[in-house]
C-alpha cells in the first residue's frame, strides 16, 4: 500500500514532465527555416571583409560597411536608398512615412544637411513618392522617381531632376512614363543631358521592364535591353563603361548579367548568375566586382554578396538580338553570352535581413 | 516487471497526452474550419449531385480558392469574393494548373438572377459559388477553400513572409484601409518597389490587392495573385508536421475548406515536390476571352464562352 502511494507520487511529476517534454520536443520540430530571426547589422561579423565603404539598409535603417564591420548612421525614420555624390562626400538617402517619401541630403555619418522634397500632405492623394535618388555626375543635381502628375486612379512614376542645391519648386519631368504601368524608375544620369532608366509597360504578354535610352529631356529615347528580357535594377560603373542589371524574363528567378555601355547601346551581355534571386547590384570602385542582396535558405532574408568578376573572353562576342523592342528605334543589346568560366559569390552577410529593394552606394 | 511495464504505459499516456495538447488546435481546426460540408444544387450542365463529391485519394482533384474582404462592412459569411482561382493539382504527374476568374465576370447566378461572379458566395456561401463556376465553367470542383483578408497576412507572416520578384512598381492612391481599423471606408496610399524581395503579409496583401493603377485592372492583379500563391507553395514547401498548430492558430476564423486534413496534408506533400515548370498559369484576358462591358449602370466584364469552355476543358477535364 505504502509502495503504491510512493509509487503514485513519483509517478505524478514524472508523468507531467515526460508529457511536458514531448509538447516542448514537437515544438522544437518545427521548420525554423520560415521564421528566422534578422539580427541588426551591427551586431553581425562580415565573413568577408569589402574593399571601400557601403552604405545600405535594413528595415529602414541606414548602415555603413567599413573595413568588416557595420555602423549606423542617420536619425530614427524609415530610411532606405542611400546614394552618393560624385566626390563621395555626401549621401542623398529617401525618409518615407505613411503616404509620402522624401529625399534628404546627409553627411557620411548620417547627420541631414538638407531635406530636398517636401511631398507629405493632409489629403492622401495629395502626397507624393519620391525614389531612387541619383546625383549627376556634375553634382549639380538629383534624379529621382517622383509619382507625377496624377490623375484619378492614375499613379505612375517619371523621373524627375531637381537641383542639389536649390528647391523642389525647380524640379522638372525627364521622362514620360505608359500610364498604369507604374511607370519610369531608377535614373542614371550620364555627363551631359543623356539617361539611363527603366521603363514599365504592359501588354498582353504581361509585364516588361526594360533599361531606355534618353539623350536629353523630352526626348523619346530607345530601348537598351528587349522586352521579354524583363530587365532592371541597373548599375553603372565608376567609369560608366559597364552596366550591371539584373533580368528574370517573366520568371520568378533571376540572372545577374553585365554588359558594356558603348554610348547609347549596350554590348553582348555575360550572365554572371542564374536561378536566383538577385537584387540591387553595385559596382566596387575598380570596376572588378560587384555587390548584390541574394536570400539565403528557406527564410528568404536577403544577404550581401560579393563577386569578382571573371576576366572578359575575347571570343564572347554574340550573335544579334531576335527578340523585338517596344521602343521606338530596334534594340541594339546582343544575346546573351555565357561568361567564360563561372564567378564564386562570396557571402559577406549571414543572419542579416538587408532591403533587397535598397541599391546600395559603394565607394 | 508490473512496475516497468506500468512504467511504460503511464509514459507512453502522458507522451500522448502531451502530444494531444500540442496538436490540439489542429484537432479543433479539423473539426470546425476543415472538412466543410457543402451542399452543390444539382446543376444540369454537369450532372453533378449533391453534396459535393470528393475525387479519391491520389486522382487529380480541383480545387476552388476563394478569397474575401471579410471585414466589418459585411455580414459574415456574406462576403463578396475578390479572387477566384481553380487550382486542378494531379498527384501522379505534378502537374498543377491555375484558373483565376475575374470578379466582375457577368454570369447566371446558380442562386438565380445574373450578376457579377463575386456576389455568387454573398448569396449561397461556398455552395453558390461553386454551383455558379461549376454550371458556368462546365467544371466539376471537388474542394473548396476560403480565406479572408487577415487570415492571408496571418498566415505569409507565419510563413515568414514570401519571396516573389515583383514585376513593376504597384502603386495605388486608393488603396482600401480597412484591416484593423474603426473606420472602415478609408484610403491609403501604397507603393511596393519592383524586384525581387521578400514581402511580409500586409505588404504581400497589397500586392495581390492593388488594381487602380493597374492598366489590366482586376486582371493584373489576378496575375499577381497567382504568382503570391506559388511563392506560398514554395514556403509551405518548408513546413512539417510540428508548424500545423502556428499555422491553424494564424487562420483562426480566417479560413474555411471542404478539405479534410487527409487531403490538406497530401496537398502539402505535393507543394514540396512538385516544380514550378509543371505550374500552368491562366488568366482571362481580354479581347480574347473576354471584354470590358456595362449592364445597369455597373462595370462588368463579359465572357466568351466560345473561347473559355474550350481552355476549361482542355485543362480541367
Excluded at chain 2, 449561397?124 to 459559388?129: F, M, N, R, T, V
Aim: include cysteine; proline fraction near 8%.
Amino acid at each position: 500500500m505504502i509502495l503504491r502511494r510512493i509509487a503514485t507520487i513519483l509517478f505524478v511529476p514524472l508523468m507531467v514532465a515526460f508529457g511536458s517534454g514531448v509538447y516542448l520536443y514537437l515544438g522544437t520540430l518545427k521548420s525554423k527555416a520560415v521564421k528566422e530571426r534578422v539580427q541588426l547589422p551591427t551586431v553581425t561579423k562580415p565573413s568577408f571583409t569589402l574593399p571601400g565603404t557601403m552604405f545600405l539598409a535594413q528595415g529602414g535603417r541606414l548602415f555603413k560597411l567599413k573595413n568588416g564591420s557595420f555602423t549606423e548612421i542617420g536619425p530614427p525614420g524609415d530610411w532606405s536608398m542611400p546614394t552618393l555624390t560624385p566626390d563621395h562626400t555626401r549621401l542623398v538617402a529617401v525618409l518615407s512615412g505613411k503616404q509620402s517619401s522624401d529625399l534628404y541630403l546627409l553627411d557620411l555619418d548620417g547627420h541631414v544637411i538638407k531635406r530636398l522634397t517636401h511631398d507629405d500632405a493632409r489629403i492622401i492623394d495629395a502626397n507624393h513618392w519620391a525614389f531612387y535618388p541619383r546625383v549627376t555626375p556634375d553634382g549639380l543635381s538629383v534624379m529621382y522617381s517622383y509619382d507625377s502628375p496624377k490623375v484619378g486612379f492614375r499613379v505612375d512614376f517619371a523621373v524627375w531632376t531637381m537641383p542639389l542645391d536649390g528647391t523642389q519648386s525647380q524640379a522638372r519631368r525627364r521622362t514620360d512614363p505608359y500610364w498604369y504601368t507604374g511607370g519610369d524608375i531608377i535614373p542614371i544620369p550620364l555627363p551631359g543631358t543623356a539617361l539611363i532608366y527603366v521603363k514599365h509597360s504592359i501588354d498582353q504578354t504581361g509585364v516588361h521592364s526594360q533599361l531606355w535610352y534618353q539623350e536629353r529631356t523630352g526626348a523619346i529615347g530607345h530601348a537598351m535591353t528587349a522586352l521579354t528580357d524583363d530587365c532592371g535594377s541597373p548599375a553603372l560603373s565608376a567609369d560608366r563603361t559597364q552596366l550591371a542589371m539584373i533580368c528574370s524574363a517573366g520568371k520568378q528567378t533571376a540572372k545577374l548579367e553585365v554588359a558594356p555601355l558603348n554610348g547609347t547601346t549596350l554590348g553582348p551581355a555575360r550572365v554572371l548568375l542564374s536561378g536566383g534571386l538577385y537584387a540591387s547590384p553595385a559596382w566596387s570602385s575598380d570596376g572588378k566586382a560587384l555587390a548584390y542582396f541574394a536570400p539565403t535558405g528557406a527564410a528568404g532574408h536577403f544577404q550581401l554578396w560579393y563577386l569578382a568578376l571573371p576576366a572578359v573572353a575575347s571570343s564572347a562576342s554574340a550573335s544579334a538580338s531576335t527578340t523585338p523592342s517596344a521602343g521606338t528605334s530596334p534594340s541594339v543589346r546582343a544575346s546573351v553570352s555565357p561568361a567564360p568560366s563561372p564567378p564564386l559569390p562570396v557571402q559577406v552577410t549571414q543572419g542579416v535581413d538587408l532591403s533587397a529593394t535598397s541599391p546600395p552606394a559603394w565607394f | 516487471m508490473r512496475l516497468t511495464v506500468l512504467t511504460v504505459v503511464c509514459l507512453l499516456l502522458s507522451g500522448m497526452a502531451g502530444a494531444a495538447a500540442y496538436f490540439f488546435p489542429v484537432v479543433v481546426a479539423g473539426v470546425g474550419q476543415t472538412g466543410q460540408t457543402v451542399v452543390v444544387p444539382p446543376s444540369s450542365s454537369v450532372g453533378k449531385t449533391s453534396p459535393t463529391r470528393s475525387a479519391p485519394p491520389g486522382a487529380p482533384f480541383t480545387v476552388l480558392l476563394l478569397g474575401s474582404d471579410d471585414d466589418s462592412k459585411f455580414n459574415a459569411d456574406h462576403v463578396l469574393t475578390q479572387s477566384m482561382i481553380l487550382v486542378r493539382v494531379e498527384p501522379a504527374t505534378r502537374h498543377v494548373t491555375m484558373l483565376s476568374i475575374p470578379r466582375d465576370l457577368w454570369v447566371p447566378l446558380s442562386t438565380g438572377g445574373s450578376a457579377k461572379i463575386d456576389a455568387a458566395y454573398s448569396y449561397g456561401g461556398a455552395a453558390a459559388a461553386i454551383a455558379t463556376v461549376e454550371r458556368n465553367f462546365h467544371v466539376h470542383i471537388d474542394e473548396y477553400a476560403w480565406i479572408g483578408l487577415k487570415g492571408l497576412i496571418r498566415m505569409i507572416d507565419e510563413l515568414g513572409g514570401v519571396d516573389v520578384i515583383v514585376t513593376n512598381p504597384v502603386l495605388d492612391d486608393f488603396y482600401p484601409d480597412d484591416i484593423d481599423v474603426t473606420y472602415l471606408y478609408g484610403y491609403k496610399r501604397v507603393a511596393i518597389l519592383p524586384g525581387p524581395q521578400h514581402l511580409d503579409g500586409s505588404h504581400a496583401l497589397q500586392y495581390v490587392r492593388s488594381r487602380h493603377d493597374d492598366i489590366q485592372g482586376d486582371f493584373g492583379r489576378s496575375q499577381r495573385q497567382q504568382q503570391v500563391l506559388l511563392a506560398l507553395k514554395s514556403k509551405a514547401a518548408t513546413l512539417n508536421a510540428a508548424n500545423l498548430p502556428d499555422i491553424v492558430n494564424a487562420l483562426k476564423g480566417e479560413f474555411k475548406t471542404s478539405m479534410g486534413l487527409d487531403r490538406v496534408r497530401s496537398l502539402l506533400g505535393v507543394a514540396s515536390t512538385f516544380d514550378l515548370a509543371n505550374v500552368r498559369q491562366i488568366v482571362l484576358l481580354p479581347p480574347t476571352y473576354t471584354s470590358y462591358g456595362q449592364i445597369s449602370g455597373q462595370s462588368v466584364i463579359l465572357p466568351h464562352w466560345a473561347q473559355i469552355l474550350p481552355l476549361v476543358k482542355a485543362n480541367f477535364p
